[in-house]
């Protein structure tokens, strides 16, 4: 229970002003926040409100389960006014928010009932994040039992980011989407927003993540597609676009020109749907395709529209047979973060990397060479690395399975190159993977020596 007269430590030094005691109290959880309470009353009046600013309302269960340690509902409503950010998981203890809960400023919620719609109301002029997290065993429900619910949001003259879960929208939704920022959707479906009256773009929307909805591709880029302002998007698609529609999908995507950030990891769409995206997004600068259908079709369109990248992350992507790497890194000079796949290391020996102001790098390379041929692909590709002076973390090594008939190349012993890394004097963490050959004494004295505030992570 929380304590409501606590016992004062009188021979502490309570003389800071209110500012300052507040602005420490920003930064104090649980029991330590807890024993400032008990500095001087001083501490007490500046840093109760923090007790109650962050609030989880538990459900039945684990109200059961807590007992005396929760607060009784006295205090809940004694104080619940100075409740900012709630996660109301369909709580007995919920009506006793009302009327004094009126100062919200982040909602999370599971369950969609009359009382929620009610709270949501209650807090119209304070709401700016709402959150609807769906239980998995939640049964899916008749789309005008919502209806309540997408009318209470539209209630908030604040919203600014709104994130849901297995939902089926409705209408309104589409009308409040003209109004907030940030925007999230998973496992959510939606009627065609052509049908819905009055909503021709969504001007507001700035980021908008579309993780496994329960549409096509083609219906969800008709949502991406009339949010002019847009300048992150993460989408995790069902499936492909059609072939038949590229010639409208590059039109309409090349009219977003303000989308800076790209992500489709672990996505659906194909290598040639990657090529469209790439080929028609021209402020592009970071693009993430982690676990995805990147290919060589993908890098072809890298090196032919978007050698500007600043962020690129194709790591889990199948590029062990391709020189992806080596093409990548030759010809992208903006790049600043890179993580990479499983490469060949044979394949570097096609010329310089160009990445000169690359601040982070992760990559794994793997051969079929034999002893001999490796010491010249070890030499030159930590000369490569070596140029990279502007380099701050740095991964080698993979912990993932490799393809047949490969084997790691990873040999980080000193006669093979490894000492070439002396050049980056920038280089603040490094984590290894798998190895050919495990770091030995003498490189780990050598490291320690070269690097001596290194962060030296081993994953192997």
């Not at 269960?61 to 009784?72: E, N, Q, T, V």
């Not at 950030?261 to 749907?273: E, G, K, Q, T, W």
């Amino acid at each position: 229970m929380i304590q409501t007269t606590p016992t004062y430590n009188h021979y502490a030094n309570s003389q800071l002003p209110p500012e300052i005691i507040i602005q420490i109290g920003v930064h104090l959880k649980g029991s330590t926040l807890t024993n400032a309470l008990r500095v001087s009353r001083t501490w007490y009046t500046c840093l109760f409100p923090w007790i109650w600013h962050s609030f989880l309302l538990p459900n039945q269960w684990k109200l059961a389960h807590l007992g005396s340690a929760w607060p009784d509902i006295s205090q809940i409503q004694h104080c619940c006014h100075l409740i900012r950010n709630l996660i109301c998981d369909d709580s007995p203890l919920l009506p006793n928010l009302f009327p004094s809960c009126n100062r919200l400023v982040w909602l999370e919620l599971r369950d969609l009932t009359s009382d929620m719609a009610l709270l949501i109301y209650q807090n119209a002029e304070s709401l700016r994040h709402l959150v609807r997290k769906a239980s998995v065993h939640q049964p899916d429900r008749d789309v005008s039992l919502y209806w309540p619910f997408f009318d209470a949001i539209g209630s908030l003259n604040h919203l600014d980011t709104l994130q849901l879960e297995r939902l089926e929208l409705s209408y309104s939704f589409f009308e409040i989407c003209q109004r907030i920022s940030n925007l999230h959707l998973a496992n959510c479906s939606w009627s065609s927003i052509g049908s819905a009256p009055h909503v021709k773009s969504f001007q507001s929307l700035k980021t908008l993540i579309l993780l496994k909805n329960k549409m096509s591709a083609m219906q969800e880029i008709d949502l991406i597609t009339r949010c002019p302002e847009l300048v992150s998007l993460h989408w995790k698609a069902t499936d492909q676009i059609p072939g038949e529609e590229y010639e409208r999908v590059e039109m309409q995507f090349s009219q977003l020109s303000k989308l800076k950030f790209l992500a489709i990891n672990v996505s659906a769409i194909a290598d040639s749907d990657i090529v469209l995206l790439l080929k028609s997004l021209p402020a592009l600068e970071n693009f993430q395709a982690s676990s995805s259908r990147f290919r060589g079709y993908g890098t072809q369109a890298i090196l032919q529209y978007r050698t500007n990248l600043r962020e690129l992350d194709l790591s889990g992507c199948d590029t062990t047979i391709d020189n992806s790497l080596q093409q990548i890194l030759g010809s992208c000079p903006n790049l600043e973060i890179f993580s990479g796949g499983v490469y060949n290391i044979m394949e570097l020996h096609h010329g310089p990397w160009v990445c000169l102001q690359l601040q982070r790098l992760s990559i794994s390379l793997v051969s079929k060479h034999t002893d001999p041929e490796r010491q010249e692909d070890h030499l030159r590709m930590y000369q490569q690395l070596a140029a990279l002076s502007e380099l701050r973390t740095l991964t080698l090594g993979t912990t993932l399975s490799i393809a047949y008939g490969y084997i790691d190349a990873m040999d980080l012993t000193l006669y093979r190159g490894f000492r070439f890394l002396c050049a980056l004097k920038k280089l603040k963490e490094m984590t290894i993977g798998r190895m050919h050959q495990p770091l030995e004494s003498t490189e780990r004295m050598w490291i320690e020596t070269t690097w001596p505030n290194l962060i030296l992570l081993e994953d192997g």
